[in-house]
């Protein structure tokens, strides 16, 4: 990381193909310009430089007139968060920018808060809690306060939880204070329906809102980052997978003998 004296301008290229989708945006000073997804999982590795050339070109940039490039950290997909990673490394090698890293989770429950801002009433002091299957009944998931005046921060870090236990250390901590939190349970809530449906039967606080990963906000916390002089080293930057894949997990195995 590297502390440096920051422009009054800042424009970044935003990339995260976590999930099933691929979301590709710009941000400039506070403002999305532009931001889309693709819900392609099997073509992000064909699609991912197109998208970018298109976006930059409909938006008149070129891509050495970039600030930096934002990418989506992981966890999720393992070949999907390697796909976007390895383009964003490249492609600030290449133009000779700054690469700051965001978690994915981050930003899938950044892009809930966006939504709820504008859409349905959010309290003062909500957690948003991103949900991104991981199969077998569990999740990828963290824990984000957001509160009043733009608050925003980690309450939980990013791992990978067993839902039905998660919901119910949510519930508990919950109730601890005076008065009742509202737990926003977003992104993937429809693989598992059936458990959180029990949650909401024990407790009135939890919220469900099915999203998507929105790479708009994924820039926006990634801006918050580069004015505060966060950078992440092109070379050594690696993606949270938070656990190997199935596949590499029963080669090791397999090496240790088990």
């Given at each position: 990381m590297t502390d440096v004296r920051q422009p009054t301008t800042v424009t970044l290229l935003a990339?995260?193909?976590?999930?099933?989708?691929?979301?590709?945006?710009?941000?400039?000073?506070?403002?999305?310009?532009?931001?889309?997804?693709?819900?392609?999982e099997r073509n992000h590795s064909v699609r991912v430089v197109s998208e970018i050339k298109e976006i930059l070109s409909r938006n008149g940039i070129r891509g050495e007139e970039l600030d930096g490039i934002a990418?989506?950290?992981?966890p999720g997909s393992y070949t999907g968060v390697r796909i976007g990673v390895t383009a964003a490394k490249t492609l600030a090698w290449a133009w000779g920018k700054p690469l700051i890293g965001v978690s994915s989770?981050?930003?899938?429950?950044?892009?809930?808060?966006?939504?709820?801002?504008?859409?349905?009433?959010v309290r003062p002091e909500a957690w948003i809690v991103p949900l991104m299957d991981a199969r077998r009944g569990q999740v990828y998931t963290a824990r984000y306060v957001a509160g009043k005046d733009a608050e925003w921060h980690r309450a939980n870090e990013d791992g990978i939880r067993l839902i039905a236990?998660?919901?119910?250390r949510l519930k508990e901590h919950a109730e601890i204070g005076a008065e009742q939190v509202?737990?926003?349970?977003?992104?993937?809530?429809?693989?598992h329906e059936a458990v959180i449906a029990e949650a909401q039967a024990s407790f009135a606080g939890f919220r469900?809102?099915?999203?998507?990963?929105?790479?708009?906000?994924?820039?926006?916390?990634a801006e918050r980052r580069y004015?505060?002089?966060?950078?992440?080293?092109?070379?050594?930057?690696?993606?949270?997978?938070t656990q190997l894949a199935e596949a590499e997990a029963k080669l090791l195995s397999a090496s240790r003998g088990e």
């Open positions: 990339l995260d193909s976590s999930t099933a989708s691929m979301s590709v945006a710009i941000v400039r000073d506070g403002q999305v310009l532009e931001s889309f997804t693709t819900f392609t990418i989506g950290q992981g989770l981050e930003a899938l429950a950044y892009s809930a808060r966006l939504k709820t801002d504008s859409g349905e009433a236990d998660w919901t119910v509202e737990v926003w349970l977003v992104g993937d809530v429809a693989a469900t809102l099915a999203c998507d990963l929105d790479a708009g906000a994924l820039g926006l916390l004015r505060s002089g966060h950078r992440d080293d092109v070379h050594a930057f690696v993606p949270n997978y």
